[in-house]
């Protein structure tokens, strides 16, 4: 079974950082990318960043371009998210999702059960 499985979500106050990690298991890691998308309460779902396994290429939504950073560890299976600086409007529940290919095109078919990020002023 496909798996995604997102932690490291947290309090902490404006300015701080966190790191999310997603440990991917049921499929070929190398064969998708791997995105971040939000929701926060009575928000619509945002795509944040995304990974694609083809070539590394990384997307990041305006919002967190230049403070969160995506990355991608093969030998484990998992993507990480540092978010740095973060803001009280970054607060939100934080999931992963796999790609329905190798690259971002902001189409997920796999969803991780969340991790909520809350950022205190």
């Known amino acids: 079974d496909v798996q995604l499985q997102a932690s490291g979500g947290g309090l902490v106050q404006a300015g701080g950082s966190l790191r999310l990690s997603c440990v991917a298991s049921g499929f070929r890691f190398g064969d998708y990318a791997i995105g971040w998308l939000r929701q926060a309460p009575g928000k619509e779902r945002e795509g944040v960043s995304c990974i694609s396994s083809s070539d590394g290429s990384t997307y990041y939504s305006d919002s967190v371009k230049g403070r969160f950073t995506i990355s991608s560890d093969n030998a484990k299976n998992t993507v990480y998210l540092q978010m740095n600086n973060l803001k009280v409007e970054d607060a939100a529940v934080y999931y992963c999702?796999?790609?329905?290919?190798?690259?971002?095109?902001?189409?997920?078919?796999?969803w991780g059960q969340g991790t909520q990020v809350t950022v205190s002023s």
């Open positions: 999702a796999r790609g329905t290919g190798a690259t971002c095109t902001g189409r997920y078919g796999y």
